[in-house]
């Protein structure tokens, strides 16, 4: 199928453009790039609850944290080995979305909505409440404690640059790719049926509370590889990423960049992310600026860039 | 005619909703391969009736029997599992979507075994399984086009494509013609017809003509009762349902 050619093409371009990206950029910017991969992972891991299945949580972070607790507190307490802690991270975030659906996808809606948002800041208060544990408040670093990875017995730390870039997109990679192949697959129909008419898809026969489960697991699957992944190339874990603003990011990402879009968490994720680094510069008051953005954006391209891009002239675009 | 297994079989079924009994003990049997009328009043309980039979509505009391087993507990997924199949009285497709990805999620659902499937169906059986349904339906040539931007009359017929494409052993249909223009109904129809080939068919409907020219047996409802039962020229003649439509 040409269709199906024309987006495999487009996706993998895109990987391919990041890959060499890394060659072109100034070491600012090769960081920063880094950060949003991972970010963009996370948000993409949002949007396919938001997108795809049509549920908005407030609550995201709690997976996000889990990945990055999951993943830091056994390296700074046993010095596990980097692969072993990123699994442990994702199985927490797996783990906690599965338990959270159980309890909250008996609601839906604004209720579901504030029922995440519970849940997502009483993830964000256990880990203050634990500080001897968690060490929350302050946050911890991980560089001393974690062994770089080893490729033909060169070491490969994750301080260096291409290291730290690499990794990041190969996340970004495994979740883009998770993303696209959930949006083609008949779990993607199903998903975007409960989207569109919740109740005509249950009387076609389909179970929507354990599709939603599964949507769930794969978005906290998703959110928890990227914290897991943050924590280790960014050598940081601090309670600060469980917080509520923490959730609120990855929905302003997606809105921007295009709800329901396989590639508009990337777009959304680097654009903000820019934008709050250029403002910054200039005044601290940069939240001014991301809430004038939104509002333009809810006004001018409620379908966020992608959405629009799509609706206008690439209606093949998933 | 009693000696056939039913179908379907309703025991006293009752819908209350707060103090309103929208259904009162209704009992009902339908037999394999008939067509069957349902027809009465407005709020005579007609849709809640069907609305219980397919799930959407928890009956209040009584029993759903189909093909010798108790379905009364059943949700609805499940029970379209077993091939009961409903179109909505008011439309409900999904608009945002094309007429083909409407079908395809009925076509996949028939084509998948259990949850979500033990073998994920090709898309190309899938695509066969719609082409067939909105051929069937003479919407073949839409299947592209937005839900939201098909004419009144094709949304209807998309809703039954979609039913049609579950394979459906009991296919209830709730006003079907609502809508239609004359020449649509006549064609509406005969498809109906042809579908009563291979399914049991249920009709709320409230234009007599379509009644009287498909169905074996009328159902007449009022007040969440049934009023009378029997083939078409009987109840055309029955005292009760005369007095039932023209005025009390």
Redesign the interface.
Known sequence: MSAGRRILALHLGVLAALLVLQFALPPYHHTNVARILVLAGYAIGYNVLLGYTGLMSLGHAMFFAAGMYGAGLPVYYFGVGAPLAFALGLASGIGLALVFGLMALRTSGPSFLIVSLMFGQALFLTLLYFNDVTLGDQGFILSAKLAPLELGGRPLGFHEPGVKYNVALAIFAACLAAALALRLSALGRVLIGIRENEERTRLLGYDSFRYKLVALGVSGALASAAGAGYALLFSYVGATFASILFSIYPLLWTLLGGVGTVLGPLLGTALMFYLVDTVSGVTSSYLLFVGAALVALVLWFPQGILGTVRSRWLPWLP | MAAVAPLLATQALSKHFGGLAAVREVSLEIQPGEIRAIIGPNGAGKTTLVGMI???HVPSSGRIIYRGSEITAL???QR??LGIA?T?QVT??????TCY?NV???A???L?RG???RL??GETA?AQRVRAALDAVGLADLAGQRADELAYGHQRLLELA?ALA?GPQLLILDEPTQGLAEGEIAALCALLRRVAEQATVLLIEHNMQVVLALARRVTVMDAGEILAEGTPAEIERDPAVQKAYLGR
């Open positions: 397919c799930g959407r949700r609805p997924w379209l599992r409903y909505f409900s497709i999904y608009k945002g979507l990805e395809a999620l009925p996949q659902r028939a998948m949850f979500v499937s994920v169906p899938v979609m579950t």
